[in-house]
């Protein structure tokens, strides 16, 4: 299995680097030139410098000063690769073309090998929340509340797993020494009742009697916490400090072996090594030396990632080893169907989907329901219904994952997850079999209007207003989350959508936001997100399918690209066909950043290209493209800090 693996990889890279060098040589400038001022030099050219770029001085400057002006060529490259230049409303490069540009940048400008992917570097990262509370359950079987101890960790790229953004305050660090009080108090017992508890931490059951033997047992226990605390074997030193510390609260008056053992547990606890996701690197200040992490690393790597916590006793066993890396997929998948992948699940789905807002949202369902009284709203609306709707989203990546299923199911799939109250909510009370609470995979009927997550609760709740619909922020999402395609941030002063509807009496939604796209400033954004948005105008605020008797509601529209739908569910089948490269290049670029804890670069376009071509080349298969990103170059190794542009790598 794993040699088939490792062929399959060898012959897809090999496909990569081939494709590259045809591009490379065909690119040449001469090519790219013409392009470019067909398209660009309306703005950037003939005397214009639209966002202080000049491309026409650029282009005419010699070879070495063009191509060392790595700042323009970066930003031309990431408003070409996200769609944002030409703007909308002028004259579009085919694809092939803004794919040769794009190429041309990469390996002309940027020097970048697919044979040799740069990993990146990485921050040191502090856990965060969910991250500390299930390090501590499982390291000794106590869930521990964070969120009353904890502040909100802060995000980045979405995520709240991102190095960069996980600092440490004073108040932090207050709070650190407090919570692991509270941790020996719970898990060390100091009573002296022996009981499975007391053997939990005392493996050997009570002291003995001798100093030595006493020294020496402390030793063992310490050293077995501390590995596992610190995700790699504890150092001498570190441990001899540990045992004085035992040795000294020990002999307090009214102390004992198992308060001074609490007392070292408690200094591991707020140790940077226990606090921290710290990875030793050789010149960590050379950007241009690469090494891959140890096996220790990449075990806890590996962990933090599918579940949120350190590496286990197995992984921890092929690291000392030496062998976790020849042994990499069959890990990843007895780490998939381990319940503990249930925190990936819930963590990343949650961030990357917003599902874990639904049940917090404020949102009054009273003007969607026709009805006056808010707690009648709210019976009907209520926390039942939003937990089953975070589920039901959740429930359908863990299918499609587990099952290797491809991933454009997650767009189109004719079934769902439900209990009694969401299908009730949903008006699919004919479905037989469900349960109050128990969620359940059932098949939508042929003429359903649910199927995939655009038409699931939690999409069209996370993307609405409080009192009512958005089709902006519904485009929005489906921009920035499924077509990794966001549009620039909106421009100062530009009037409100409130304000356009003083302008008609009872204008439609799409009237009033056509009206909005007459604003100049407007236009270019809003025709790429609006007709995604109104596709979705027969879903409420709080989710349902509306009934529309006299049909005035239009769901029909086209992407910018050119693909036309007339409903959300031929929306998302062009999504999940024509439009499944840029599907597959989000969903890879939101996973490899919640994995590797950084936002991704432009030296991270082989790697995408890479995962990405491995999903084509098989049916996007959802479990496979795990197994992809951990064999990956940014997941594997790692480089010194530093300008990459500016080393000589």
């Not at 591009?23 to 410098?49: M, N, W």
């Not at 102390?255 to 940077?272: H, K, T, V, Y």
């Amino acid at each position: 299995m794993l040699r088939c693996s490792l062929l399959c990889a060898c012959f897809v890279l090999v496909a990569v680097c081939d494709s590259y060098a045809e591009e490379v040589r065909a690119d040449q400038f001469s090519q790219i030139k013409p392009i470019l001022k067909t398209y660009c030099y309306d703005c950037h050219g003939y005397g214009l410098d639209e966002g202080g770029i000049d491309l026409e001085a650029l282009i005419d400057k010699p070879e070495k000063e063009r191509l060392g002006d790595h700042e323009t060529w970066l930003a031309v490259w990431r408003n070409l690769r996200s769609q944002m230049m030409p703007p909308a409303t002028e004259e579009q490069p085919t694809a092939d073309q803004a794919n040769q540009i794009g190429r041309w940048i990469e390996t002309k400008v940027f020097k970048l090998d697919p044979a040799n992917p740069d990993p990146g570097r990485v921050t040191i990262r502090r856990l965060n929340r969910d991250e500390y509370r299930y390090t501590i359950e499982d390291l000794f079987g106590y869930r521990y509340n964070v969120n009353d101890s904890f502040p909100v960790d802060d995000t980045g790229y979405g995520f709240d797993t991102i190095g960069d953004v996980l600092s440490i305050s004073p108040l932090l660090t207050e709070k650190y020494f407090d919570a692991a009080q509270t941790i020996v108090k719970e898990v060390v017992p100091t009573d002296g009742k022996v009981d499975s508890k007391y053997k939990r931490i005392f493996i050997d059951g009570p002291p003995p009697e001798g100093e030595a033997e006493r020294d020496a047992y402390a030793r063992k226990i310490l050293k077995r916490i501390g590995d596992r605390a610190f995700r790699r074997p504890i150092d001498d030193a570190s441990l001899d400090r540990l045992v004085r510390i035992q040795k000294q609260i020990s002999k307090l008056e009214d102390s004992s072996f198992e308060r001074g053992i609490a007392q070292a547990i408690a200094a591991m606890l707020i140790s940077p090594r226990f606090l921290f996701r710290a990875e030793i690197q050789p010149e960590p200040n050379n950007p241009g030396k690469e090494v891959p992490v140890d096996e220790y690393a990449l075990a806890s790597r590996l962990s933090y990632f599918l579940w949120c916590s350190l590496p286990d006793e197995e992984l921890m066993q092929l690291a000392a080893e030496g062998k976790l890396r020849e042994n990499l997929h069959a890990q990843v998948d007895r780490m998939l169907d381990d319940p503990k992948s249930e925190r990936f699940i819930h963590r990343f789905v949650g961030q990357w989907l917003q599902s874990q807002d639904v049940e917090g949202i404020s949102i009054d369902p009273r003007r969607a329901l026709g009805l006056k009284d808010l707690g009648d709203a709210q019976r009907i609306f209520g926390r039942t219904v939003r937990n089953a709707m975070r589920r039901e989203t959740e429930m359908l990546f863990q299918y499609v994952l587990l099952e290797d299923r491809p991933a454009g199911e997650l767009l189109t799939a004719d079934y769902t997850f439900l209990n009694q109250p969401l299908a009730k909510f949903y008006g699919l009370e004919k479905i037989e079999g469900l349960d109050r609470d128990k969620m359940k995979k059932v098949d939508l009927p042929n003429d359903s209007d649910r199927g995939g997550i655009l038409t699931q609760g939690t999409f069209l709740i996370v993307t609405s207003n409080p009192t009512r619909t958005s089709p902006v922020k519904r485009g929005l999402f489906i921009l920035d989350n499924i077509l990794g395609t966001p549009p620039p941030p909106a421009p100062p002063n530009v009037p409100a959508l409130e304000e356009v509807r003083k302008r008609g009496a009872k204008l439609t939604m799409r009237e009033q936001l056509e009206l909005h796209r007459k604003e100049a400033l407007c236009n270019s954004c809003h025709s790429r997100m609006d007709p995604l948005g109104l596709s979705l105008e027969k879903y409420n605020y709080i989710g349902q399918f509306v009934t529309d008797e006299d049909e005035s509601i239009e769901t029909a529209g086209k992407l910018i690209t050119g693909e036309e739908f007339a409903s959300v569910k031929q929306l998302s089948k062009v999504l999940a066909s024509e439009r499944k490269v840029d599907f597959y290049r989000c969903l890879t670029e939101k996973m490899l950043t919640y994995a590797i804890g950084r936002g991704l670069e432009y030296y991270d376009t082989p790697t995408i290209d890479l995962i990405v071509d491995d999903m084509l080349a098989n049916d996007g298969k959802m479990r496979r493209m795990v197994h992809t990103l951990v064999d990956s170059a940014p997941f594997q190794k790692r480089r010194g800090d530093g300008s990459l542009l500016s080393s000589n790598r």
